[in-house]
């Protein structure tokens, strides 16, 4: 039975030259995340040798790259972020809120990631932190956990952020909880306006500070008229906003922060095969319904491989963002006075500890304890294990 692949085993088969055909249009940010995918746990970052005690079976652990663009690295981040953000949830429903940006925005996105992704986060949660104090609609401070995704299903480029937002907010003069109908937060026709004349204005004054980059193709845009003229249609084109139900729960809340925080552009279940030359791999066609929406795509490693390094951040570009009441420094304060009007209880207190030492998940074999035996250094390889113990106690020669 063919072994399923992961997205390193293509980097490693297909990168190399994928490299030296794209020499000099690869940024250093593409070429250090390649890097890390291909050599996360192998011997090329050290790692250990556990034994165990009862049986002797011995096995090898590699260390983690810990790139945030990594498949395999993003389980364990997610798992301490989202300890970290329970003790903030409140005892009220949650919704799920995405903003998107038409394909033009996408477009010019592609040459100003930076600019153009931090403009989407600033424009996105002023448009929900407006509304939400409106009168006429909640007149409350909300709070926002905002996530940037980059990639539609089949790794396209596809900006947009997706939010969780609690069902109500504090009154603006801070004495009471008002909370939002059962299954209705904000109307997103008045969101959708609001974000499209923000997003639009602001995105010209960029453009007339000389903000925006473009190339190829684009570069026409980097005229003021052209810009204006490619503008002109998204004044009155329907921008994409829509608002989810409410989880069942801040358990599905929690479920939910746990999918979509630290996932990238493709996770490695979901690739069926790699032959060398070509990638294939489930993804969801939102066009269609039922059963016909789980499809297959095969692209030529090549391809793959620009599209998943499509989606590397910028350097030191935050993807997960909190505004509202859960900004910054008053988030604990924010969060205290949520809990008072609402009469709900504190969190339960929790005492800094000093991080557990590394403790070995038990035997596949006997299920007995396994101990760390050797720690080798990044590109050395383990020593040869030792033999098990004999009756005299000696070992072969």
């Known amino acids: 039975m063919r072994p399923i692949p992961e997205v390193a085993d293509i980097f490693r088969v297909a990168g190399p030259a994928w490299r030296v055909t794209h020499a000099g249009h690869i940024s250093l940010a593409q070429l250090k995340v390649m890097s890390a995918i291909e050599t996360c746990r192998t011997a090329a970052l050290g790692g250990h040798v556990e034994g165990c005690e009862d049986c002797g079976h011995f096995r090898i652990a590699y260390n983690s790259c810990r790139n945030r663009h990594c498949p395999k690295c993003q389980g364990a981040a997610a798992r301490g972020w989202l300890a970290a953000r329970q003790a903030d ?6 919704f799920h809120v995405v903003f998107t940006v038409p394909a033009e925005v996408a477009d010019i996105a592609f040459h100003n990631k930076a600019v153009i992704y931090d403009l989407l986060f600033r424009t996105a949660s002023e448009t929900m932190l407006t509304i939400a104090a409106d009168p006429r609609h909640l007149g409350t401070r909300i709070g926002i956990t905002a996530v940037l995704h980059t990639w539609g299903s089949a790794m396209t480029h596809h900006p947009h952020i997706h939010m969780v937002v609690p069902g109500g907010g504090i009154s603006l003069d801070g004495a009471r909880w008002v909370s939002s109908r059962a299954a209705f937060l904000l109307p997103v026709r008045v969101l959708a306006k609001l974000f499209r004349r923000l997003f639009l204005t602001r995105l010209i004054t960029l453009h007339a500070a000389g903000r925006l980059h473009f190339f190829g193709d684009h570069s026409a845009l980097t005229e003021r008229r052209s810009f204006l003229r490619t503008l002109a249609p998204l004044r009155r084109k329907k921008w994409v906003v829509y608002a989810k139900p409410p989880f069942a729960g801040p358990e599905a809340v929690l479920a939910y922060l746990s999918r ?20 294939t791999f489930r993804y969801k066609d939102y066009r269609r319904d039922g059963a016909e929406r789980q499809r297959t795509m095969t692209l ?18 935050h993807r997960i963002r909190h505004y509202g009441l859960l900004a910054g420094a008053g988030r604990k304060s924010n969060l205290t006075r949520a809990r008072e009007l609402l009469a709900a209880p504190a969190p339960s207190e929790t005492e800094e500890l000093a991080p557990e030492p590394y403790s070995p998940p038990p035997c596949p074999c006997c299920g007995g304890r396994m101990v760390v035996i050797e720690i080798f250094q990044r590109d050395a390889q383990p020593r040869a294990p030792p033999f098990p113990p004999q009756p005299s106690g000696r070992t072969p020669s």
């Open 300 to 317: 030529a490693a090549d391809e793959f491989i620009r599209r998943f390094l499509l989606h590397v951040l910028p350097k030191g570009f």
């Open 260 to 279: 979509y925080t630290h996932r990238v552009a493709i996770s490695n279940r979901r690739l069926i095969s790699f032959d060398g030359t070509a990638v």
């Open 89 to 94: 949830l409140l005892p009220v429903g949650y």
